[in-house]
């Protein structure tokens, strides 16, 4: 398809589809509380033509549609929103509120972009399902809950998404980019996103009154200098050239001002590409937390308890093969100079996950420039973060070629190679 009979294609859509996103926007949800969310896209995609499921592993939401003989192919948007207070001032700003995992009442918003991207995947299902040619194959279209928790594809794929529908040959995913300039496209092959690990890690003590320190064991200077220590790991421990990141996100302890505690609870984040980095991380927060610990003066049964939470997920790999593909396809429809090839992000993506499955599923994940020269939209996971509707139409467009690129009867996966 050309750039011009995609952009007439989406420019029919967007009307209805700048107003699902701001519908969409004002109505976000938490990880594994996607039920609205879900609900709307099962009835968008019903109404596209599209056999739908709902339900799949939690809010999991499965459209559906053949056309022929041809290869199967997956197209996911993330659709959970993140517990953030929005201050963008839109007139259809988020105000909704809901508990959390641990039942505190928070803020909800839209700040990764979810919203555009299941805009997007609506717009071009649609389309895909109104061409009567041109495509041969299947479309599975997948609405994942529980992104940000990078915990929604293994309970999709646990609950029988490659067993109960029909198998992908190929599955392809895109993200807003503030860091790329609107109207263009990042694509990487090979490792594209990093790996993340979040860790718990209750550092004891020996609990007393404030004024008598000498008669305890203080559990937040230890925390402190823990947080500090861990600094050194990665100025110092990780090789030049490789990426090793620990960020301590959140520090508890404590509840009156002159009472030590016995203990204080640090939530850790760590990313890396390489495996070996990983186990380089896990075990020098071991041994530096256990050291300070020790040399505070506390034996092992108060040892620092580090435990690896289930949100974890290995770097996220792009196929060369189908990147090669769908980057030359992009190229075709919207210039050399609109399709830029961009580092590893440090962000990590539980879309790698659909890859991991043997045999393996080939994948191509690929961005949607958002940002501008001045900083306008703000940032992931930002309090700011608004990116401009008009988006929706590259978004849209971008999907519309990669997967007639991968259905065209004449494309390798087609003939099953």
Known sequence: MSDDSVSSLVEREYPSLLKLYKDLHARPELSGQEAWTSERLASELGKAGYTVTRGVGGHGVVGVLTRGDGPVLMIRADM??????????????????????????VDVMHACGHDLHMAAFIGAARILAGRRNGWSGTLVMVGQPS??????????IADGLFTRFPRPDAA?????????PAGSIGYRDGIISAGGESLDIVVAGIGGHAAHPERARDPV???AQIILAFQTIVSREVPPGELGIITVASVHGGIKHNAIPDEVTLQVNIRYFNNDIRDLLLNSIKRVAEGIAQSAGLSPPLFPRITLLPQSVPPMTNDRALTGTITTAFRQAYGEGRVIRIEPVTGSEDFGVFGLVEPRIPLCYFRIGC??????CGFLHSSRFAPSPGVIRDATGALIVAATTILDPSSPYSQGT
């Open 172 to 180: 392809i995913a895109l993200h807003v980019a503030p860091d790329i």
């Open 80 to 105: 959970d929103g993140l517990p953030v207070r929005e201050e963008t001032d839109l007139p259809y700003q988020s105000t909704v509120r809901a508990h959390d995992p641990y039942g505190r009442e």
């Open 221 to 223: 200077v230890i925390a």
């Open 371 to 376: 940002g501008d020269a001045i900083g306008s």
């Open 147 to 156: 992104e940000e928790t990078v915990s929604g594809a293994a309970r999709m």
